[in-house]
């Protein structure tokens, strides 16, 4: 392997790290919109890092329990989200089904990190063993194909493959079980602390937080930040070399 440091398996989240949407400031601007009320940057912030936190932490599951279609749940989501960003009750009542109707209506964009085919070989070619660890089920694989980087893991692990989401340690364990790594010969890499930073932490795992905009300091001192994932090979691998868990 050519390289100077420990580390022989990469893991990276799929949504948000590698694969990207603009769903979330769309949404934004749905709500500012139905609102009447322009948002701040805190708001924006504010609101961004809730979606992070009520889909990491399992409260969307909690909400899709008590839903009977998928509207019920949206509308819970909108309120929760507007109360969040402090949007105020009467206003937030009023506007959480036409949010609703518009987001669930939404056609966002969505596109693979710039580069990426390209800087997976380059991991591949120095011996790095790759896998993607993702909370979306097995049809993520199907996706992976079309998007033509399939290819370039070595192992795919869905919330199906163990019966199991991040941040529980089964897939992590999985993963190292099957590719035969070590937890500190591995690091995974991911935009959502609550699942991918406390999901590695949970195995033994080096933690690397994806986190562009800084909205999350204060997990940087339990993980690495990199503002896109291409920053990993200068910016945390030389540092990881002979580090303790």
Known sequence: MDTNNSVRLISLDFDGTIYHSDFIPRLLDIIADECNEPLTLL???AGTRFVYMY???GYDQEALARAATEEDFFVEFSEQL????????PVRRRAALPVTVRALALSSQRWLEPGLVRWLEGLRERGYKLALLTNRPNSVMDLCRELEIAHAFDLIV???TVGAKKPDPAPFRHML???NV???EAVHVG???FTDVEGAQASGVHPVLVDPENLFPEYHAHAHRVRRVAELEDQV???ISGSVL
């Open 177 to 179: 079980q099957v590719l």
């Open 82 to 89: 507007m109360t969040a960003i402090g949007i105020l009750p």
């Open 182 to 184: 070590a937890p500190h």
């Open 55 to 57: 889909f990491g932490r």
């Open 43 to 45: 708001q924006r912030r």
């Open 158 to 160: 869905t919330r199906e």
């Open 237 to 239: 691998l030389p540092h």
């Open 191 to 193: 935009d959502n602390p």
